[in-house]
């Protein structure tokens, strides 16, 4: 079975920075799909960015990117230039491409607070 | 856009009460979901519908029952309620497989069961 690991319960960041979220997984599948949802307090579940594991280079959105290691089974989402409206809960996202599209696996998340 | 609707937004039961989670979809997507989210943890898949008619069980469905009768609506009951039901919960929607594979989020209802 696949499993995500969020091993940061909380991170902060100063405004302007750059802040970087961790995320592994673990699967026997060859392809797949990885991505951040981003909860602010409002609890509204918001894709972030995400990632097809057949995919070399590494996705980009704004000021999010990630940098997917498939070998090391890594998927960590850097945010540039931290914004107070950037601090949420983050949870990284597993989906086989075996699965419907409704069967997500997510970590345990990670909290971000922006400090002014 | 009114994508994924959920009601109601807050509920309170007492132990042993039943109830009905409403979702609605207008985006006619195939595939529906619920999940709940409890401190602590990621969300965790309930139960599922690839269509109108077609249900099944998801990671935690014990206690939770679903139908799924038209394309647009995808209830979730609790039948008889316990507190280890207190949780969030989403629902969810997204085209078949032949799709981008972007799942979209209702807003979330608040259960507390006492």
């Known amino acids: 079975a696949q499993t995500v690991t969020q091993s940061q319960p909380e991170m902060s960041v100063q405004e302007a920075e750059t802040v970087t979220l961790s995320c592994t997984y673990d699967t026997s599948e060859s392809d797949y799909y990885l991505f951040w949802y981003k909860q602010p307090p409002s609890r509204q579940m918001i894709l972030v960015i995400r990632q097809e594991a057949y995919k070399q280079q590494n996705a980009t959105e704004n000021r999010f990117s990630v940098n997917f290691q498939k070998a090391a089974k890594s998927f960590s989402l850097k945010i540039s230039d931290s914004q107070l409206g950037d601090a949420a809960m983050y949870f990284c996202?597993?989906?086989?491409?075996?699965?419907?599209?409704?069967?997500?696996?997510f970590g345990t998340g990670t909290r971000l607070k922006v400090l002014a | 856009n009114a994508g994924v609707t959920q009601t109601p937004k807050f509920q309170v039961l007492k132990t042993g009460q039943s109830m009905t989670l409403q979702c609605a979809q207008d985006?006619?997507?195939?595939?529906m979901s619920w999940y709940r989210q409890d401190p602590g943890m990621g969300l965790r898949l309930i139960h599922y519908?690839?269509?109108?008619?077609?249900?099944d069980q998801g990671e935690v469905p014990n206690g939770y029952n679903v139908s799924r009768s038209t394309t647009e609506d995808f209830p979730l009951r609790l039948l008889s309620a316990a507190p280890s039901q207190t949780s969030v919960y989403f629902c969810a929607s997204s085209l078949g497989a032949s799709s981008g594979n972007t799942i979209y989020f209702g807003e979330g209802s608040w259960l507390t069961v006492v």
């Open positions: 519908s690839v269509g109108a008619g077609i249900t």
């Open positions: 985006m006619n997507h195939e595939y």
């Open positions: 996202a597993y989906r086989s491409v075996y699965s419907g599209t409704y069967k997500y696996i």
